[in-house]
């Protein structure tokens, strides 16, 4: 067995490990990567936000097709042919260019050497690694970093392990279109997914435990985009308890009740559960180490080191959030504390989000609830899409944003977006979280026009101008 010598041994190559990777070995460090997938990226990359985005922006072009009347356009014919398996070699070729180009970057670098295999803590300065190629690696390290991800996480529900039945990764390789498709579980995915196969074509149901959707959204917010898909044509049903799932022939019945009531079915070709993601620490050899672990992730401290000094951990396999840049930030952040350097780690109330509803739905910082719940002393300013020029000439007026304040500081906490282009949005949302600007210096701000950009000054100039008054 081969033994190797290195400063710092990253396991997982996704959107957390890679760039830890990357800034440590481009500081200088000697490191080690070792990724057991197909590449790296990891589950964004390859089974999560990547190739959702892929369907849904076919998703949105069918829709843009259809609504050409609108804008005065008369198309040839209303008939739109969807030629799934071109839009699986699109994803392909998307995700072995994102891919390729992550390899390549790591190539570049020296002191960074890229391993494909499983890897195992023998204890809490080794591991054992069996690559790809069948051969066993011996490794030996100062520190250690776990960026494992999570799966998904599957209730126990009778019938759920039938081919029928997908989760969130199965279904983004799916060779067919369903013809009904019922969903369980109201989340991000569930509902991302279930406006892409409505749009494009789809008969969908969505099934959720929780008297809502998107429980972790702005509840205004969220209501307005479960009317919107109701519109649409999705069958929601809120607080259902799915019993079980059985198949005959080629239909799928899944059993469920709403809140006390009598049994109900949905009867489809195609299921897909959406009920959560759970860390991925299977097999990672912890029980060898000091590291402490609960089905809600691995514990770790304010600098994501864990119970054993010098390994840390960061990401999906910490628990919630689980998000694709919270990894990154948090990966980067810990590169800069490993290389001695001062850094602030990243905190949930900075955290950004974007659900890629139709339409989407950007989240940063605090909600109102909960900054209620933080006992803050806060004001909510709102401005309507329907009046705003931007959204009104792209046919996307059916919006809302709500920017929420200390109304001693006048420090934005909160910025909660639901508009076609939302996503966009979030990076000034970001800076406006990060750095606490004031609603007076937003209010001053000068934006373009007409852009959705300039929706962030005119929500706050009343309120400028109505303190203003109040003070003279």
């Keep these: 067995m081969t033994v190797q010598h290195v400063e710092f041994l990253i396991i997982g190559g996704g959107p957390g490990g890679t760039p830890t990777a990357i800034a440590l070995a481009s500081a200088g460090g000697s490191v080690m990567l070792v990724e057991k997938g197909q590449g790296l990226g990891g589950t964004c990359l390859f089974e999560g936000c990547i190739p959702s985005k892929i369907f849904r922006e076919s998703a949105r072009r069918l829709r843009e ?30 995700l072995q260019q994102r891919s390729e180009y992550a390899l390549n970057k790591t190539g570049q670098l020296s002191a960074l050497k890229t391993v494909f295999g499983v890897c195992h803590l023998l204890d809490p300065r080794s591991a054992v690694i069996k690559t790809e190629a069948g051969d066993k690696l011996e490794v030996h390290f100062e520190k250690a970093i776990l960026s494992t991800g999570s799966v998904p996480f599957i209730p126990p529900i009778k019938g759920s392990d039938h081919p029928r039945v997908h989760d969130s990764e199965s279904i983004l390789n799916i ?11 109201g989340g991000p995915i569930g509902v991302e997914l279930g406006q892409v196969f409505n749009t494009l074509g789809s008969e969908v149901s969505i099934l959720e435990t929780a008297p809502r959707i998107l429980g972790l959204v702005d509840e205004e917010l969220a209501s307005r985009l479960q009317q919107r898909m109701s519109d649409d044509g999705i ?12 198949t005959t022939g080629h239909n799928v019945f899944v059993d469920f009740v709403v809140g006390k009531g009598v049994e109900q079915h949905k009867i489809a070709d195609t299921v897909l559960m959406v009920t959560g993601r759970s860390p991925n620490i299977d097999d990672l050899g912890l029980d060898n180490t000091a590291v402490r672990y609960d089905g809600h992730g691995i514990k770790v401290n304010d600098t994501l080191e864990t119970a054993e000094a010098g390994i840390y951990a960061v990401g999906d396999v910490t628990g919630q959030p689980m998000y ?5 930030a948090q990966g980067l952040a810990l590169a800069q504390h490993l290389m001695g350097k001062p850094v602030k780690f990243p905190t949930l109330e900075t955290n950004t989000a974007v659900i890629f509803s139709e339409p989407e739905i950007g989240i940063a910082g605090l909600t109102e609830q ?5 006992g803050l002393n806060i004001q909510v300013t709102l401005y309507d899409y329907k009046q705003d020029a931007r959204a009104q000439i792209a046919g996307c007026a059916n919006g809302l944003l709500k920017i929420i304040f200390d109304k001693d500081s006048r420090r934005v906490l909160g910025v909660h977006i639901m508009v076609e282009g939302a996503g966009e949005l979030m990076g000034e949302a970001a800076l406006l979280i990060k750095t606490g600007i ?13 852009t959705l950009t300039e929706s962030f000054t005119l929500a706050v100039r009343n309120i400028v101008a109505q303190a203003a008054d109040l003070k003279s």
């Design 235 to 246: 069958d929601i049903l809120t607080s259902c308890a799915v019993s079980d799932i059985l």
């Design 438 to 450: 004031p609603i007076e210096t937003i209010a001053a701000a000068i934006h373009p026009h007409p």
């Design 175 to 185: 060779d067919h279109i369903p013809e009904r498709l019922v969903i369980i579980g």
């Design 324 to 328: 694709a840049h919270w990894a990154t």
């Design 370 to 374: 909960q900054a209620k719940q933080a």
């Design 65 to 94: 097709l259809k609504q050409a009347g609108q804008f005065g356009l008369c198309l040839p014919t209303r008939d739109v042919t969807v030629n799934w398996s071109a839009i699986l070699q699109r994803k392909r070729s998307i």
